[in-house]
């Protein structure tokens, strides 16, 4: 999944490109009467949707789930905290090197992967 926005002239921007098993939409859980972003499949997917009443009753009965939802959202915090420090500091050939690296899963608990959507230069460019 990628998760984009558009400016008011209209221009897109990449935000964020999703794994399997990611979480997106949680704003509502915080209050957030508006989505700021739209998601788009980049290859075939299964989406879950849960409501939010049903997302707020899991998070109290089930504390192992509450865990993992936790855990996904520092994460994804720490990453945004690292995209806005790399954009701050690197140069487009840096940002661009670190954006694929992190579409293999360079670095993480399981093996690097070859990146399997299609991403086409023009969508690198937006993301790095």
């Known amino acids: 999944m990628k998760?984009?926005?558009v400016?008011?002239?209209?221009?897109?921007?990449?935000?964020?490109?999703?794994n399997v098993d990611?979480?997106?939409?949680?704003?509502?859980l915080n209050g957030q009467a508006l989505r700021l972003f739209t998601a788009s499949?980049?290859?075939e997917a299964a989406?879950?949707?849960?409501?939010?009443?049903?997302m707020l009753r899991v998070l109290q009965a089930e504390p192992a789930f509450a865990a993992r939802f936790m855990s996904y959202l520092l994460e994804?915090?720490?990453r945004v905290e690292e995209d806005l420090v790399d954009q701050l500091f690197n140069s487009s050939e840096k940002r661009?090197?670190?954006v694929l690296l992190l579409l293999a899963n360079f670095g993480?608990?399981?093996?690097?992967?070859?990146?399997?959507?299609?991403?086409s230069q023009e969508m690198l460019a937006e993301i790095a």
């Open 22 to 28: 990611s979480f997106f939409g949680e704003g509502c």
């Open 3 to 5: 998760l984009t926005v």
């Open 41 to 43: 499949a980049l290859t």
């Open 7 to 18: 400016s008011e002239r209209g221009k897109e921007a990449v935000v964020a490109v999703l």
């Open 47 to 54: 989406v879950l949707r849960i409501t939010k009443k049903e």
């Open 96 to 98: 661009l090197a670190r």
């Open 108 to 119: 993480k608990d399981r093996e690097p992967e070859p990146i399997l959507p299609k991403i």
């Open 76 to 78: 994804r915090n720490t």
